[in-house]
């Protein structure tokens, strides 16, 4: 264990960093837990703002741009918060592809106006692909809030998110 | 932890078993889950209860039961009744027939070549043990190779097994796994390290996942065989963060060990130690290459970097490290169990053993499947696949995702083997195969693997960068009818530069799937150009 760093109070008296500062000390203070602790501030806070690089940076002694280019390289961390009431993840794997994935991101994009990766206007529905969710079996697959839509159509999408959104209204 | 406790152990769960009139197995392996098989657990559980059955039926969740495209799947045993799409409003009758016959408008047949068809070892497990108690897997024998290897064999043993039995790397390349240990058992330096790669990155690829999901203590036990014959006393099993079912299972499967004595120090009585964490991947395809994960293993971006050296002599904080995937390591087990000599019977000469797919896309019989090596392409996609939905026609057969290619029915009467798909321009894989029909358009899987290479490219080295870039451009070019015969010309030309030029595998199997379409659907381009 690192003993040579003075430990820096967290930004905040928000009890998630407690969990980021878990994370660290489990594994020593380490700079090899960069990832690790980047994992559990996205998970604690859903994403990684400034703040929190400037406190990982000086507790595990690892340069702020190494933060910032990990940060950056890995596509499950993001620098800002997403904001929607609703997500909605189409599977643009090969098998959800082959049986008709693309058709359903076009029709939602249409419908929703909103493109891959961002939130409509007003707010209510972030629309995002992944690139496999691995049930290639029941292909095309759709995952609309924490609901997994098997074997899709546009259709029944489409009819799934305006009775969501319908529901809030 | 003394041997004869594991036994005693085994002995215990095998006895106990025994007092079940009924064991019901509920699929509960991500594919079946996202068809809403918890629900169907928990209502069974409810309604054994609530018929005062619970004395004598037992609701088990279990791993994969292989036909994933007919999930939610539910087994009965000792019956072994299979039921396809239960949804929780038949679980009364199908309690209720437990006593009866089985419920016919759900009952799968397990007679069709889907089922008969396969030879499991890697699979022997899944649909059958809970994956989250430990002393299940020890009454089908489970840690009995280890011990094995630790009480009763030296290292070098151990490896002269692994290499007697002809086990190639299952990740893809298909490089003797003996050889690999051996150079990492001959490095000489007080610490190595073992590494499995579950960084199962190629779209339309389960098979790692569900080996987790439904079976994680043979890869412990895989991992710890492999650390015992190396040398080494450190593990990390690398898995993408994409998969937290996996990733739960596999956690909980290391507590169990650990609190066991499987794994730790003075493994069965003996010097032997060893340690095993998990490490988060975080959603980059590139990392699944054994110099890019080492580099994420050790906190910093994926980069790949040149080899040599190989991660057998200066891998993981320039240590020996012993890198296997995980269906390698889940065929160690069996193979120090069985011993090499009857792993190599099965398969054929140069492949031995049996292959794990994840058989998706336009076919009758989709999910996870186990076949002996050797096994025709054709029977993969007809008898076990059960062939092409809708009366539509074969196109082809695509494996190896985004490294490889795609097969047409004039060679579908080839063995499975990494040889001969080497051949026509393609790759075994890792395990993905997804059939086409004949609405497929080729030149679109040709455009929609580049994007996910142009997309998954670490950046670090230009051919590849920026290969990859041209390349999907030029595709979507042709796709849309704007390209003429030059286009054509480029493409290729480019292809053979980023495939000879590029730093890792990344970059030099990207152009395999336009490689391959070119030679067998080049028509279809010809037919997007002319319009």
Known sequence: ?169 | MMPEELTELAHKEQTDAQQWQHQIHVCTATGCLSAQSDQVYTALTREVRDRGMDKTCRVKGVGCLGLCSAGPLVQVNPAGTLYQHVQVDDVPELVQSLKHSPVERLVCSTDIPFFQQQVKIVLANAGNIDPERIEEYLAVDGYQGLLQAVTEMTPSEVISEVIHSGLRGRGGAGYPTGLKWTTVAKADSHQKYVICNADEGDPGAFMDRNILESDPHCIIEGMAIAGYAVGATQGYIYVRSEYPLAIKRLRNALRRAERLGVIGNNIFESAFRFQIDVRLGAGAFVCGEETALIASIEGRRGNPRPRPPYPAEAGLWGQPTLINNVETLANIPAILRNGGGWFATIGSSQSTGTKVFALTGKVNHGGLIEVPMGMSLRSIVFDIGGGIPNELAFKAMQTGGPSGGCIPETHLDMPTEYETLNQIGSIMGSGGIIIMDETSSMVDVARFYMEFCQDESCGKCVPCRVGTAQLATLLTKIAEGMATPEDLILLEELCDVVKHTSLCGLGQSAPNPVLSTLRFFRHEYLAHIRQ
């Open chain 1, 1 to 169: 264990m690192k003993t040579d760093i003075a430990r820096i109070p967290p930004p905040s008296d928000d009890k998630r960093w407690r969990i980021i500062d878990t994370t660290m000390r489990r594994y020593g203070y380490d700079s090899h837990c960069l990832i690790e602790t980047l994992h559990s501030v996205q998970e604690a806070f859903g994403s990684l703002d400034d703040q929190a690089m400037h406190y990982i940076s000086a507790t595990l002694g690892v340069p702020l741009s190494q933060i910032y280019g990990v940060a950056t390289f890995y596509h499950l961390f993001t620098l800002k918060p997403r904001e929607a009431h609703h997500t909605c993840v189409i599977c643009v794997g090969t098998s959800c592809h082959i049986k008709g994935g693309a058709t359903i991101l076009s029709a939602i994009e249409k419908t929703f106006r909103v493109k891959a990766g961002q939130t409509t206007a007003d707010g209510t529905l972030y629309l995002q692909t992944a690139r496999c969710l691995g049930s290639c079996g029941l292909a095309p697959v759709v995952v609309l809030n924490e609901e997994t839509l098997s074997k899709a159509n546009q259709n029944n999408v489409i009819q799934r998110i305006q009775e969501i959104i319908r529901h809030d209204a």
